[in-house]
């Protein structure tokens, strides 16, 4: 490891300067909590040819321009060592402003920041803090033309309550909610922390159909997608306004061919939605993701399932190798590497993308990392990654078990 030639601050010299400033809403009631956005309105004269957003959080974030989704990444800001590197993401937003009055909304949701990591019994929640916070900024040319700040509102979210091992409940009742409260700048954030976004965000990849529905012995609906993926189940129904769906996750079926998820321990990897009734709603979840081949709905009376996929996620997005045998057995256990990097490789080499674990640990990462950059484009994964297992590295040298490492500072 000491012949690797990487800085932990290696983008930090490249990092322009920021006028914003990391800004905590004071609606945040903690981990575990409901979720908080924070919201600002600001002018535009005339709707430049490029504008560009610079924009970070702790915690996940997902940010929305007069109503629009900036970009189509995922779990940004990602995941890194927190306390020495925090990546922020660069957007052309020129083709959502308009003249004259905008807004900008940031959703924050516990992430990888503070979601309880580790296993059940020394599970270690606020990992690397206990609030959520965002930091933006939107420049056109050298003109600055909104920045987080103390003047900055916020309020609650229709996510109930998210995590990574937990999932995530939302309640479409209460979207829209007003401001309703300021937000606080965090003076003790460092600002030298941010730096670029060193890898290609998270993306979904081609959704999966399921191939069969079964019931299981309560008359609920399992659904088989073939393939064990790392993301999460998208469904669109239909039903009375309060009725609340429960989608569970597992990776197979025990010998009596019953739906069984013993193994994600105390991971619950489930899904409430609450339905605001009327119309057909689409939902699929902001700030978690979950391991599974199969997903099993729990259905009120009077909701109807009208589609449902599920959606892989993953950083291996290019591939750049191919290996076909006369053998299918062969061909098959290929095609089950891919889609193990696919799923493992979500921001950092994680063991498993289903359990109470999820974590990069380092021993898993060097045996697979020469299969890894056979198959998929893995150079700046790796080079990202290396840097967070610097960042991690004890005074006496030694490395980490797992990176980014929750138990640093515990």
Not at 73 to 86: A, E, I, M, V
Not at 144 to 169: C, F, H, M, N, Q
Not at 253 to 282: I, M
Request: negative net charge; aromatic residues 10%.
């Amino acid at each position: 490891m000491s012949a690797v030639a990487l800085e932990p601050h290696a983008a930090v010299a490249a990092t322009p300067t920021w006028v914003a400033r990391m800004v905590r809403p004071l609606t945040d009631r903690g981990v575990g909590e409901r979720a908080s956005f924070v919201q600002q309105t600001f002018t535009v004269e005339v709707v430049p040819a490029t504008a560009e957003l610079r924009i970070s959080a702790q915690g996940l974030y997902r940010c929305f321009i007069n109503g629009v989704r900036v970009g189509h990444d995922q779990l940004t800001p990602g995941w890194t060592s927190y306390q020495d590197r925090l990546s922020f993401q660069t957007y052309d937003v020129a083709a959502l402003l308009r003249p004259g009055a905008n807004e900008i909304d940031i959703w924050l949701g516990d992430g990888w920041h503070r979601s309880p990591l580790l296993w059940k019994k020394i599970a270690i929640a606020n990992t690397w803090g206990d609030h959520t916070a965002a930091i933006a900024e939107i420049r056109a040319g050298a003109r600055l033309l909104v920045a987080t700040d103390a003047g900055w509102r916020s309020g609650l979210l229709p996510i109930i309550k998210s995590g990574i091992y937990y999932g995530e409940d939302y309640d479409a009742r209460e979207e829209g909610a007003p401001v309703s409260a300021g937000c606080v700048v965090d003076e003790s954030f460092d600002l030298h922390t941010l730096i670029p976004h060193e890898i290609e965000a998270v993306q979904e990849l081609d959704a999966l159909a399921p191939v069969s529905t079964t019931l299981d012995s309560q008359g609920r609906p399992v659904y088989d997608f073939s393939q064990n993926i790392g993301g999460y189940v998208a469904l669109t129904v239909e039903g009375p306004r309060g009725a609340t769906v429960v989608v569970e996750h597992a990776e197979i079926l025990d010998a009596q061919g019953r739906f069984d998820n013993a193994n994600y321990r105390s991971a619950q990897a489930r899904l409430r939605y609450t339905l605001k009734g009327g119309a057909p709603e689409s939902y699929r979840p902001h700030f978690s993701f979950q391991g599974f081949r199969y997903a099993r709905l729990t259905l009120p009376a009077g909701v109807r399932v009208i589609a449902i996929q599920a959606v892989p996620i993953s950083s291996a997005t290019r591939r750049t190798g191919w290996l076909t045998t006369g053998n299918p057995l062969v061909n098959r256990l290929v095609e089950n590497t891919l889609w193990s990097q696919r799923g493992n490789f979500i921001e950092v080499p994680t063991d498993c993308p289903q359990r109470d674990e999820r974590l990069g640990w380092t021993g898993d990462a060097q045996v697979f990392a020469p299969t890894a950059c056979y198959l998929f484009d893995s150079r700046a994964f790796w080079t990202k990654w290396l840097r967070d297992v610097i960042a991690d590295q004890r005074p006496g040298g030694e490395i980490a078990h797992f990176s980014p490492d929750p138990t640093r500072g515990h």
